[in-house]
């Protein structure tokens, strides 16, 4: 494995006190540089005859590395570091949402309308038209972040407690790309009949339901029981919203490649939620040749450990997965970091498509196959063709909620996927080029459209 690229995930601010003489600031600039370290912004907080005190910012690629970058500045001789701080952390320091009114209270008649005793003519209007909850409330736009804490990003079973700032993250992401109000609910049960329940019980105040971090099996019960017992859209984004970014990069890349989605053979390496996901979809799309691969090889039928999600991919042959990768077009992988080698990429299909969705790590770091490629793809924003989720789950919900949906349905992943990928135009199509950006304003505006039209050709919308 190759070193990471620095990334402001592992940002620093340095404030440091050195003598006000030329060539100082180069010196300690020359020796962040000298232990890989990405230099920012550069501030000027004081400066007399003697010294002067500055501010830096500076990108590291771990938390060891950034330990390096601090011991390299110390080192340098009149220098003084004054403070050290973790960018990330600040920015988390006393949480990144809050909640804030609509409207002003400014006289007693805004209280009188807002709370009691107008606010009871609104009660009697909903208990009378339970559809008026709708326009009369908050959830027509509001959609409920769930999670047990059991499998937060690719960290494990970390607790509610722990998988809170990631959902925080998630309704910011909602808020800023699509308009959505989101809330994080944290559960502190792992067991899935008390999930159900739970969510069953605080579904009036919402319009939607995100699934977050919930790990595999046990997700596919939450979600399908979810799905059946509820009358509004529940969606897992470890699943479907993986599986519509990831679909939407492939349609662009067999593009680039000339190559069908109907004649490929696709290798998955990660047969939980996501992978699994991502392989309904593709057959969805037209996929015919899906290679699933967990952490004993490829799905075979010669098995006899496979759960029932597993076994609806299960393939003739059987090995691991080098043995997989023989011949295949595409690889895509929702696993772990290092999974793949140089020497597996070689022996697929000519101009193959590679997509290490791992993350922080990747299945293979992409300066190890670059020439061997076509398109390699990452669920890192420091590469090109990010695969990211954000792509997809903002519309989506914009889209359900404004139609109404009741469920959310295969179609409309399909759409959605070929929405986001239609951005990308034939012109500007290319190999660092498969998706759009995650801050293109055209993406959830186009995600929600196609989300609203599927949703009305399969008769689940309400309005």
Not at 325 to 331: C, E, I, N, Q, R
């Amino acid at each position: 494995m190759v070193n990471l690229t620095p990334n402001p995930s592992y940002s620093l601010t340095l404030r440091v006190e050195l003598p006000n003489r030329t060539g100082n600031l180069a010196a300690v600039a020359q020796a962040i540089a000298n232990v890989g370290g990405s230099l920012g912004q550069i501030s000027l907080i004081e400066r007399t005859l003697k010294i002067s005190k500055r501010e830096l910012t500076v990108d590291a690629s771990s938390t060891e590395h950034a330990e390096q970058i601090v011991a390299a500045v110390k080192a340098i001789p009149d220098v003084k570091v004054l403070k050290i701080s973790d960018r990330t952390f600040d920015l988390h320091r006393q949480g990144k949402i809050s909640i804030e009114s609509r409207i002003p209270l400014a006289s007693q008649s805004d209280l009188a309308m807002a709370y009691t005793p107008g606010v009871g003519r609104i009660c009697k209007a909903i208990a009378d038209e339970p559809e008026k909850v709708f326009s009369l409330t908050i959830k027509n736009n509001t959609v409920a972040i769930v999670t047990d804490g059991s499998a937060v990003l690719g960290l494990g079973n970390l607790g509610p407690e722990a998988a809170l700032p990631v959902m925080e993250g998630k309704a910011m992401l909602f808020k800023e790309f699509a308009g959505v109000d989101a809330f994080p609910i944290c559960l502190a049960t792992q067991d899935t009949e008390a999930i159900i329940a739970t969510v069953k019980n605080i579904a009036p105040v919402f319009g939607g339901v995100n699934l977050e971090d919930i790990s595999a099996p046990r997700c596919f019960e939450v979600e399908r029981r979810l799905r059946e017992e509820l009358d509004i859209p529940v969606f897992h984004d470890d699943q479907h919203g993986t599986a519509i970014v990831s679909l939407a990069a492939l349609i662009n890349a067999l593009k680039f490649t000339a190559k069908s989605i109907e004649a490929v053979k696709i290798v998955i390496n990660g047969a939980g939620a996501a992978g699994i996901a991502i392989a309904y979809l593709l057959k969805k799309a037209g996929a015919q040749d899906i290679w699933l691969c967990d952490s004993k090889g490829i799905l075979s039928k010669k098995r006899d450990d496979l759960n029932p999600e597993k076994q609806v991919f299960a393939v003739e042959a059987s090995g691991n997965l080098a043995d997989a990768m023989k011949g295949a077009d595409v690889f895509l992988g929702v696993s772990v970091p290092g999974v793949l080698t140089p020497e597996m990429v070689k022996t697929m299909a000519k101009d193959p498509i590679v997509f290490a969705m791992a993350n922080p790590i990747p299945e293979i770091q992409p300066e190890l196959i670059d020439s061997d490629v076509a398109v390699v793809a990452t669920g890192r924003s420091d590469y090109p063709n990010q695969i990211n989720n954000v792509l997809a789950f903002p519309g989506l919900f914009r889209g359900a909620l404004d139609c109404r949906a009741k469920v959310l349905t295969d179609n409309m992943y399909l759409e959605a996927a070929k929405a986001i990928a239609s951005l990308i135009t034939p012109p500007s199509l290319a190999r660092d080029n498969i998706v759009p950006s995650v801050f293109d304003s055209r993406v959830a505006t186009a995600v929600a459209s196609a989300v609203q039209f599927a949703a009305r050709k399969d008769g689940v919308a309400r309005q």
